[in-house]
T-cell receptor
């Protein structure tokens, strides 16, 4: 099955600086890579995603890059703000057998933006 | 209207008890999931149902039994609760697990086993 590694586990940045979170995946057949943000005590929510036929996608201050050959993808947050503080999860969608697909999540990165 | 709703939000119970968590989605999605999030925040899938049929059952003790009366509901029943079952349980749903698998999560149920 799919295995997703995420680094770093914790990240502190000054407000206004950039933050980068990296993930690697093991299954070359995985073709969809979402990022979820989970604020303290809240549910995970999708913030951006990318498909394997695209190398980069941007949405305002958030961007995701994908390197299929190296099997890694990254989340970039520019001009960080205190409200960006949360746990971020990467995930990869892979085939789990018997016609079913599932998301495998990384272990999360706790991002703290210091005012 | 809440898209994916689960009840209760908090559940405190004694070891050995049996409890249920309910989940409903009003998004018209075909696939629903249960995840367990432990104290280290790791999100681990437990079950996945597509149109009331079980399609994923990870290595979860058989004390955990999902029930899907229809495609809008996926309930989780837990027998003989143990201390290690303490966690936040999230229900989620998605429309198209093949193409993308955008998952919408419920607010979570924080289970504390004493």
């Amino acid at each position: 099955g799919e295995n997703v590694e995420q680094h770093p586990s914790t990240l502190s940045v000054q407000e206004g600086d950039s933050a980068v979170i990296k993930c690697t995946y093991s299954d070359s057949a995985s073709n969809y890579f979402p990022w979820y943000k989970q604020e303290l005590g809240k549910r995970p929510q999708l913030i951006i995603d990318i498909r394997s036929n695209v190398g980069e996608k941007k949405d305002q201050r958030i961007a995701v890059t994908l390197n299929k050959t190296a099997k890694h993808f990254s989340l970039h947050i520019t001009e960080t703000q205190p409200e960006d503080s949360a746990v971020y999860f990467c995930a990869a969608k892979g085939y789990s057998g018997a016609g079913s697909y599932q998301l495998t999540f990384g272990k999360g990165t706790k991002l703290s933006v210091i005012p | 209207d809440t898209a994916v709703s689960q009840t209760p939000k908090y559940l405190v119970t004694q070891m050995g008890n049996d409890k249920s968590i309910k989940c409903e989605q009003n998004l018209g999605h075909d696939t629903m999931y249960w995840y367990k999030q432990d104290s280290k925040k790791f999100l681990k899938i437990m079950f996945s149902y597509n149109n009331k049929e079980l399609i994923i059952n990870e290595t979860v003790p058989n004390r955990f039994s999902p029930k899907s009366p229809d495609k809008a509901h996926l309930n989780l029943h837990i027998n003989s609760l143990e201390l290690g079952d303490s966690a936040v349980y999230f229900c989620a749903s998605s429309q198209d697990p093949v193409a993308k698998n955008i998952q919408y999560f419920g607010a979570g149920t924080r289970l504390s086993v004493l």
